[in-house]
């Protein structure tokens, strides 16, 4: 036993201590050096979630259930993993709109509805005040175990530690809660306080839970072996009796939902967040927090059962008696004052969420629509509205100790921790669909929250109230009316779960139900639509996008007046003053009275009254037009239609970028052209120097010399003949290839019969052949079908062919064939030789201009252009010339022309 | 002249060929014929011509792959090279000359300059 002068003592030293950390804080922020403006404090913080209800429960959990305790911290623990998905985005909509609570969020989303506002902070009041209660309760029940009074609610109410537990925490709340009115809704001193709390109870829960290992038993594995020897125990260790799959995971789902709509973690994460970046190391640093804090549950669970065997103490105060029983009183004070910070660190932020909800949502938009307050409204409102939020704060705190009286130990009591996280994630359909989905819709908000709340109210709240025995238990058992598809825990026959499962698998069907059937029944309005796409599209767009929805005419004195009745008029001045900077004009009176201007005014008022409050106030100054659904429409037409713009240029950009790719390769390929164009140039210069270079050469020499004698000199004078004919003979080539090439050469096509062109070539072109003493041989067929071709074109390719093969076999036993032939595809003309051959990887070349092959004579005396152009006449006759060559074994050049030139018969007859 | 200078003449062309050969026979050089780039590089090492008269382009080795060849050579490092070429673009020059070529004249030429720079090459007016 400790003596209640010291537990008191303590208790009071630790208040005194959180009041220096929140004034200090308070301090700090005034002086500009904000004190929470650091990851590690926004991290701490967000330990609010761990309350006197786990700081002792989760001991108490794990005494009957094992790891079943776990499924409450690894919600939160996956919420922060994606915090960069839904936090981040709850928190830059909080802070562009300068939203101040869930049912401000809520509220605005589906265009400040007043109506959803009040219902949220209505199901906020009801959910939350009876966890308030807990927290006193454990206080106060901890607070009589160690001293051994009499816990609970007997005894006079003036000896209650409660009471007094109550007051002083409502006046923490007063002074460090509604110090001032901000634009912000925001709390430093308060925070920080929080953020120190949240050291306290983790060390003081670590410090007993070192001491249950390490010291009263011999470490882990000495407790976990005597543990599994226990028959009582041994089940402890196995997950069997940590609740079904089902319920482990509605469990999980039901903390990360609740995690972020409990009021006191929406306060805290998303009101009180400095900067977003903060988010970034909670993301790892919360978890972590949560998985310290765990890490001894199951030790001192154990612990406390192998050293009280029998029930007579409850699990729950484990963390208390176990180092008390063993005589480690300053431990046990410790951690006393730890359950003391996790219970003040909930009730303080959990009032302030609630105040400002039921002040900003529930009474001002009540009193400012009221034509008589208006009439008796002094000027200046901000005394006024501090003192509602503080009654707020007050009466609060009071329900909730009177809650904690009426209810005692009674089970409504014990076992409310879920069922106000039951009552909480009522909020989530409403608003992670608002988030997410532009279609949802006010209606569908209301209808949503409304039933899954009853539901809630049937399934969890009226049989806790059942069973502390505030009601007749019939209806639990057996139904309403005894229809036992009714029985509130097994609602149409479903029971194979605990009664949290069932309730909040109910409670989520009939909400998202119902606010998915009837936001589909009618489309948005036009207020909603605008309000979803600013919701929606928060992380794409300005935040002052609000503004475009805005058609009216203010005046800027209206608006000065306005906001200094709730802000005073020194703040409001210095808030425009710089808004006016932020736009570029040196007065405020110089300001437009524009939607960007009423957009901010609004903002500011809501920080200070809400969203709610805020748009009746501004409405009431400012005259507005009421935009219809299609304007509204049109204006986020606009805007999806710059998102188009913007991709459309985009991909125009990209269009350009590959059009620019194309120019490049296209000029390199006509570089390329250049450079095969100055080849065929540097071997045109080459083919023309070189007869040249013979005629001055010889020319010379005669010129010099008279006296050489006649033989040489007739040598001589026939070279410079020869070399001159080449000449010639090169210039018209190159003329005939580039007028074929180009297409402006001229064809005279005549009915031809290649067996009198062949005898004709063969008289003709037969002296090269027998120039060389070779010989030349014609096969031919007695007929062949008559081709209508150019008559003087095929004699250049045949002379090119038989000269070329002429030049190539070897004297006196040369022998060149011409073979004619006829097939169904054409008739074919083939030029074989005896000589040299030619070798495989040259047959390509041949056909290129200037690429000769060698003869037997060394230098070729063509001039490299006969191939090519005889190919080119043939390819436009439509036929095809090839060579084909074993060396060693002659050459055969062959062309065959289609039969599609034939003449037909009807022509024939006809002159031509 | 105490003992008449070696000339080789390597050219693919034969006209071109005879009146080169003529030409430096009346000057009295010492003249034998090489018609490919294979052939020049042989008579090169075989007869030690003082100068060699290297067209450019030549079946088998074209008349750099010879001048290369030659330039490369210490034991042939005294040979003489003109190189003609019918290709008078201003980069065959360099390339010609890179390679170590002593002089560089292009197709058609002058009898009279030809016969002056082989002169000069051989240091005979000097």
Known sequence: MLSSSVIVGASFAYLVVLFGVALYGDRRADAGRSLISNPWVYALSLAVYCTAWTYYGSVGRAATSGLGFLPVYLGPTLVMGVSWLVLLKMVRISKAYRITSIADFIASRYGKSRLLASMVTLVAVIGIVPYIALQ????????????????????DWYRDTALYMA????????????????????HEGMVAAIAFESIVKLIAFLAVGVVATYFIFDGWEDLFVRAAISPDLSSLLSLDVAGSKADWFALTVLS????????RQFQIAVVENVDERHL????????????????????????????????VIDPDSFVLTLPLAEGYSTLTLLAFIGGLSAATSMVIVETIALSTMVCNDLVMPLLLSSPRFRRWAPHDLTGLLLLIRRGAIVVILLLGYLYFRLAGQAYALVSIGLISFAAVVQFAPALLGGMYWRGATRNGAVAGLAAGFGVWLYTLLLPSFAKSGWLPMAFVESGVFGIELLMPEKLFGFGDVNATTHALFWS???????????????????????????????????????????????????????????????RVRVNFSAYAHSQGVEQIEDLQADGDLVHFAETQLAGAIGSVSARVMIASVVQEETLGIEEVMNILDEASQVRAY????EEKSQALQAATEDLRAANERLQELDRVK???????????????????????????DPKIDLAERKRFLGIIVEETERLTRLVNQVLDLAKIESGHAQWHDTDVDLIDLIEHVATTAGQLVRNRQAELALVLPPAVTVLRVDRDRLIQVLTNLIGNAARFVPEHEGVVRVVLSESETGVRVDVCDNGPGIPQDAQGEIFEKFRQASGSGGKPTGTGLG??????????????LWVTSEPGHGAVFSFELPQKLAVSASEMGEPT | MTQSKKILIADDEPNIVISLEFLMKREGFDVSIAGDGEEAIAKIRSDSPDLVLLDVMMPKKSGFDVCQEVKGDPALSATRILMLTAKGRDTEMAKGLALGADAYMTKPFSTKELVDRVHELLGLNA
């Open chain 1, 167 to 186: 007051l002083v925490l409502a006046a923490f709340t007063m002074i460090f809660g509604t110090r001032h009115l901000d634009a912000t809704e925001r």
């Open chain 1, 508 to 570: 989520m069907f009939a909400n998202i139900g119902a606010f998915v059937a009837v936001s589909l029944w009618r489309p948005p309005t036009a207020v909603e639509a605008g309000q979803a796409s600013v919701f929606v599209d928060i992380l794409k767009r300005e935040p002052r996008g609000a503004a475009r929805f805005w058609r009216g005419q203010a005046k800027i004195d209206d608006l000065l007046a306005l906001l200094a009745r709730f802000l005073g008029a020194e």
């Open chain 1, 678 to 704: 100055d080849d065929f140039m540097s071997s045109v210069t080459h083919e023309l120097r070189t007869p040249l270079t013979s005629i001055r050469a010889f020319s010379e020499l005669l010129l010099d």
């Open chain 1, 136 to 155: 006193l309760k454990a206080v106060s029940s901890e607070y009589g175990l160690l001293t051994g009074a009499h816990p609970g609610s007997s005894g």
């Open chain 1, 256 to 263: 990360a939902l609740a995690f972020l709509m409990l009021p």
């Open chain 1, 646 to 649: 913007s991709r459309e240029l």
């Open chain 1, 280 to 311: 970034k190391r909670a993301t790892w640093l919360f978890p972590l927090y949560l998985l310290l804090i765990n890490i001894f549950v199951l030790p001192i669970a154990l612990g406390g059962m192998l050293r009280f065997p029998s029930d």
């Open chain 1, 867 to 880: 191939l090519p152009i005889s190919r080119e006449i043939i390819e436009h006759f439509g036929g095809t």
